[in-house]
């Protein structure tokens, strides 16, 4: 099984970038499906980003075009690059992982059975 732990969160100004980062341990990720969730007070867990075992990348629509999910290339790493951050950004974002049964994974969090502590995010505008 793998061990997620985030990191790179805190607070930014509208416009700014931030990048989170997760570091994977305990398995090789490209096993795994990967994703980036997060969750605001009163709202339910969202999809943020998600990457197929073969490196295949979807995003939410609210950060399609301002978000990345990428590999370091050595399976220890997966990043999210987050630019043009506004205040609907802030929420708690939380790293994941499942054990690919397919080639497709879900972006329900339901999905996804290994997450990390998660990492804060706050935008001010």
């Known amino acids: 099984q793998v061990q997620l732990v985030e990191s790179g969160g805190g607070s930014a100004q509208a416009g700014e970038s931030l990048t989170l980062s997760c570091a994977v341990s305990?398995?090789?990720?490209?096993?795994?499906?990967m994703g980036w969730f997060r969750q605001s007070p009163g709202k339910g867990r969202e999809a943020v980003a998600i990457?197929?075992?073969?490196?295949?990348?979807r995003y939410g629509d609210p950060v399609k075009g301002r978000f990345t999910i990428s590999s370091d290339g050595s399976e220890t790493t997966l990043n999210l690059q987050m630019n043009r951050l506004n205040p609907e950004d802030t929420a708690m974002y939380y790293c994941?992982?499942?054990?690919?049964?397919?080639?497709?994974?879900?972006?329900?969090?339901?999905?996804?059975?290994?997450w990390g502590q998660g990492t804060q995010v706050t935008v001010s505008s």
């Open positions: 994941a992982a499942s054990r690919a049964r397919t080639g497709y994974c879900s972006a329900l969090p339901s999905y996804y059975n290994y």
């Open positions: 305990g398995d090789a990720y490209s096993r795994y499906c």
């Open positions: 990457m197929d075992p073969d490196g295949t990348t």
